[in-house]
């Protein structure tokens, strides 16, 4: 038996919440290299068919584009009914929508993105769709995994959910601060971490997987600067391309990671060694 076969995903269908994002379209296209069948999963009015679509035409997979909302119970019962009418099956649940204060569309200085002036409305909104969005995607899609007797589910962390945010990555060259990062990015992602923890020792005996995937920052149009001042910062030396996690997504989704759960595999040039 070729025991790389265990990387192949075929004959089974997966979910990708947050599908349209910058990492998102890179786990549907792992995803569907590996053979599965992947449900585009992303909110109210996004073009979720035409990405299904674009997929389906270079891989020859089969997808399927949903509007959901990962905080909303209803909508997520209403996209389960559908998959499961339509492919019989849920296998793999990637947990990847989330709210997050990127560089890219920050700014407002030290004064207004500090700690102390952190608005709780938005600490409550990133929690919602970051720690509660997991919860709800695992317990209604995860169920029906535990309810076939097997699946993979996979909670997309962060670095900052292992280390504090290195503050000093959001100074420019001239000693000006472009932001702080939030403290509720950090929490929320520590939060992932540990829910992965609390549902892999639950479903064990279930025979559902659950592990984090912790990616590194990616590198997205920022100023040179801010690119400069991570890849100096990173063992690597270089900011993440958004294709850098397909591999260790696949790992996870796969029988490749077979007896793996409850672990968090950080794939982030070596941020998080020193
Ligand atoms: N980009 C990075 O540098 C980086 C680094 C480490 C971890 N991550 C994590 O990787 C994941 C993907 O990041 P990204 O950069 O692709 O993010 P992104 O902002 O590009 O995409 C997030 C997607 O989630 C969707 N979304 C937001 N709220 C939703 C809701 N309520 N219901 C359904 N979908 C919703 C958005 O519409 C969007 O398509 C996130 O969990 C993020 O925290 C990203």
New binding site residues.
Partial sequence: MNDMRAFSLTEKTAIV??A?????RNHCAALAEAGATVVIA??EG?PVQEFADELQAEHGMQALGVN????NPDSLQAAKEQILSRFGTIDILVN?????D?VENRSGGAEETSFENYPLDLWRRVMD?NVT?VFLCSQVFGAEMARQGGGSIIN?A??YGIVAPDQSLYVRPDGSRLMYKSPVYPASKGAVIAFTRFLAAYWGVSGVRVNTLS????E?SQEAWFVENYARRTPLGRMAEPSDYKGALVFLASDASRYMTGANLVVDGGFTAW
């Fill in positions: 919440t947050g349209l994002g910058l990492i998102g992303d909110v996004s959901l909302d990962v905080t990847n929508a989330a709210v997050n990127m769709v969005g997309i962060s670095t990616p590194g920052g990616v997205n």
